[in-house]
């Protein structure tokens, strides 16, 4: 059974920074692409970013370009998202989802719960 | 403000049938990207529930459907249930956008 289970988040003063994590399993890491998809309070889904299954090919939404970085172990089976100058707009719900295909490019076909992130002074 | 277009509500009545648009433009899904529909039920993560514009995966049952029209998808309940009360988002690509994964806005699907 494929399970992705989010940590490291927790509330963060505007400008600082947080990592999360994905821990993986249930399936062959290493096969598929991976997603960080956001869930402000009360609003709608909101992709983030995307990983293919060797990090070779890697993408952002436009509002998070330059300040998020993902990367992922395959040796560990995990995923990370490093979160630079977060903004209060960035408070949300994060989840990690599996992608259908190695590159990023088919369906979330499996969500972790998500991990709460609150920038706030 | 998605580029894609979905309704913020829809309701019905147990048993009734209810669809739910999505609407796109000639950059994502009229330039033939796949449509994927999600099911996200209250305080959960979300579901896949369609995949490729009208497949289900394995346990959805067959009263969900999807189909396309043009720059346009909809997902259709049938023999709607309490259960089915959530809210539900299409995804998509689109090739004007960096990254270019899309999701509507959502739908908040009501059983009266």
């Known amino acids: 059974e494929v399970h992705l289970v989010e940590s490291g988040g927790g509330l963060v003063q505007p400008g600082r920074s947080l990592r999360l994590s994905c821990a993986a399993s249930?399936?062959?890491?290493?096969?598929?692409?991976m997603h960080w998809v956001r869930q402000a309070p009360g609003k709608g889904l909101e992709w983030v970013s995307s990983?293919?299954?060797?990090?070779?090919?890697?993408g952002y939404a436009d509002s998070v370009k330059g300040r998020f970085t993902i990367s992922r172990d395959n040796a560990k089976n995990s995923l990370y998202l490093q979160m630079n100058s977060l903004r209060v707009e960035d408070t949300a719900l994060y989840y990690c989802?599996?992608?259908?295909?190695?590159?990023?490019?088919?369906?979330?076909?499996?969500w972790g719960q998500g991990t709460l992130v609150t920038v706030s002074s | 403000q998605s580029v894609l277009t979905q309704p913020p509500s829809v309701s019905g009545a147990p048993g009734q049938r209810v669809t739910i648009s999505c609407t796109g433009s000639?950059?994502?899904?009229?330039?033939?990207?796949?449509v994927h529909w999600y099911q996200q039920l209250p305080g959960t993560a979300p579901k896949l529930l369609i995949y490729?514009?009208?497949n289900r995966p394995s346990g959805v049952p067959d009263r969900f459907s999807g189909s396309k029209s043009g720059s346009s998808a909809s997902l259709a309940i049938t023999g709607l249930r309490a259960e089915d009360a959530a809210d539900y988002y299409c995804?998509?690509?689109?090739?004007?956008?960096?990254?270019?994964?899309?999701f509507g806005g959502g739908t908040k699907l009501t059983v009266l």
């Open positions: 989802a599996k992608d259908s295909l190695a590159a990023a490019a088919g369906t979330n076909d499996y």
């Open positions: 249930g399936f062959t890491f290493d096969d598929y692409a």
């Open positions: 990983i293919s299954w060797n990090s070779g090919t890697i």
């Open positions: 000639s950059s994502n899904i009229g330039a033939g990207y796949d």
């Open positions: 490729g514009y009208t």
């Open positions: 995804q998509s690509y689109d090739s004007s956008l960096s990254g270019s994964r899309v």
